[in-house]
């Protein structure tokens, strides 16, 4: 079936540093959501990419989905402490197919 | 932005009971949620796809008869994880899709699972 991993698993960075997580999938892939989960909450919407090559910015977050459909990023430029949370890609397979979420990247934010 | 609630929060209950939790939209109608589970520090699996009206679609290696789904109304979906046991234990999230198109999933806060 299809799978989605996330690279890094964790990463603490300082605040003001920039941040990256990557996410890829075993198949090709209609749209990608991307969610951010603060500890103890739940997955909130951020975004959804579906044109090959898009890239969507939201005021420091940039989102890119790759040529191929098969992958992503979300980066974070000047990181703050508010952006602590675990960030998952959701990819959905082409035809209406279920949401697949990825293995997440947790990003802790050091003041 | 549309809003799903769950009750109860979190439960905690004996080995062998069952456990009722309720996922509602509160603006919007769903014909269809979505049932995860979550484990500390772990993605969201699915659990199964509840559609209004019908039978849900469950995932592999999902039981059934364990985990039974209702979604009796467009604004309703329940989940009753039947003769719980410590494995249970988790954190049971509830989404529902909007009716914009956007494929954007609003999920509900969450009930935290613990089975003694």
């Known amino acids: 079936g299809q799978q989605v991993m996330q690279i890094p698993q964790y990463q603490h960075v300082q605040e003001g540093e920039d941040f990256t997580t990557y996410c890829n999938s075993s198949?090709?892939?209609?749209?990608i959501q991307w969610y951010k989960q603060r500890p103890g909450g739940h997955p909130v919407f951020l975004i959804q990419?579906?044109?090959?090559?898009e890239v969507k910015k939201q005021k420091r977050l940039t989102f890119q989905f790759g040529e191929a459909k098969k992958n992503s990023s979300l980066h974070i430029t000047a990181t703050q402490t508010t952006d602590v949370g675990t960030y998952f890609c959701a990819g959905r397979g082409t035809g209406f197919q279920k949401l697949v979420f990825g293995t997440g990247t947790r990003l802790l934010v050091s003041p | 932005g549309a809003v799903v609630s769950q009750h109860p929060s979190w439960v905690i209950c004996k080995s062998g009971t069952s456990v009722k939790i309720e996922c509602r939209s509160l603006d919007f109608q769903a014909t269809t949620m979505f049932w995860y589970r979550q484990f500390p520090k772990q993605s969201l699996m699915l659990m199964a796809t509840s559609n209004e009206g019908s039978k849900a679609t469950y995932e592999q290696g999902v039981e059934k008869d364990k985990f039974l789904i209702n979604h009796a109304s467009l604004t309703l979906s329940t989940l009753t994880v039947t003769s719980a046991h410590p494995e249970d234990s988790s954190f049971y999230i509830c989404?529902?899709?909007?009716?914009?198109?956007?494929?954007?999933?609003?999920f509900g806060p969450g009930t935290r699972l613990t089975v003694l």
């Open positions: 198949t090709t892939l209609s749209n």
């Open positions: 990419l579906v044109k090959s090559g």
């Open positions: 989404s529902a899709s909007g009716t914009s198109g956007s494929g954007e999933q609003f």
